[in-house]
T-cell receptor, first 113, second 114 residues
Framework: DVKVTQSSRYLVKRTGEKVFLECVQD?????MFWYRQDPGLGLRLIYF???????EKGDIPEGYSVSREKKERFSLILESASTNQTSMYLC????????????FGEGSWLTVV | RKEVEQDPGPFNVPEGATVAFNCTYS??????FFWYRQDCRKEPKLLMS???SGNEDGRFTAQLNRASQYISLLIRDSKLSDSATYLC???????????????FGKGTKLSVIP
């Protein structure tokens, strides 16, 4: 059974803190993604990666960075958390180049106070 | 123009009703299409792919109209458990990059009422 695991499900952080969101997939997928989802705005792509050490900006990369040191792991970093980054963050993976199905993790609910 | 558009709803339908959702996309070079289902506070999960010839999976039927650039999802005999948000997803090749980009609609919310 396919699995995308987001280790932190619920976090509360203070403004200005550095936040790490970790994601691991066990399907040997090349492509990995980070989205955020907000009411009325749908899924918005933050960053994605086609391969180890490779990253591409999505639609809303400002305030975020990512790291992909190993194929199975894709980390999202908020360098200095702000209240407008309170959201649900979804990690996903799929096979390159045209794998049909994208698999999501269960989501990380981040509240920045 | 938004790349993938859906009516946000909510669609409130009684049990047993038939309900249809449409989704339009702007990129005529889009290559594959999907419907995902997302339950409240859960992650999206693949419901079904959408093929040019149309396809059916039990009570669910998906259709693609490339000429008009829209896809549809029909749910027959609605169940309470069908209550969810349905996301339209379009997969398009990124020009020159040899890679593909998934674009999500914002979703249509369905509530099936007893």
């Amino acid at each position: 059974d396919v699995k995308v695991t987001q280790s932190s499900r619920y976090l509360v952080k203070r403004t200005g803190e550095k936040v790490f969101l970790e994601c691991v997939q066990d399907m040997d997928h090349e492509n990995m993604f980070w989205y955020r989802q907000d009411p009325g705005l749908g899924l918005r792509l933050i960053y994605f990666s086609y391969d180890v050490k490779m990253k591409e900006k999505g639609d809303i990369p400002e305030g975020y960075s990512v790291s992909r040191e190993k194929k199975e792991r894709f980390s999202l970093i908020l360098e200095s958390a702000s209240t407008n980054q309170t959201s649900m963050y979804l990690c996903a993976s799929k096979r390159f180049p045209s794998g049909n199905t994208i698999y999501f993790g269960e989501g990380s609910w981040l509240t920045v106070v | 123009r938004k790349e993938v558009e859906q009516d946000p709803g909510p669609f409130n339908v009684p049990e047993g009703a038939t309900v249809a959702f449409n989704c339009t996309y702007s990129n005529s070079a889009s290559q594959s299409f999907f419907w995902y289902r997302q339950d409240c506070r859960k992650e999206p999960k693949l419901l079904m792919s959408v093929y040019s010839s149309g396809n059916e999976d039990g009570r669910f039927t998906a259709q693609l109209n490339r000429a008009s650039q829209y896809i549809s999802l029909l749910i027959r005999d609605s169940k309470l458990s069908d209550s969810a948000t349905y996301l339209c997803v379009v997969n398009s090749q990124i020009s020159g990059a040899g890679s593909y980009q998934l674009t999500f609609g914002k979703g249509t919310k369905l509530s099936v009422i007893p």
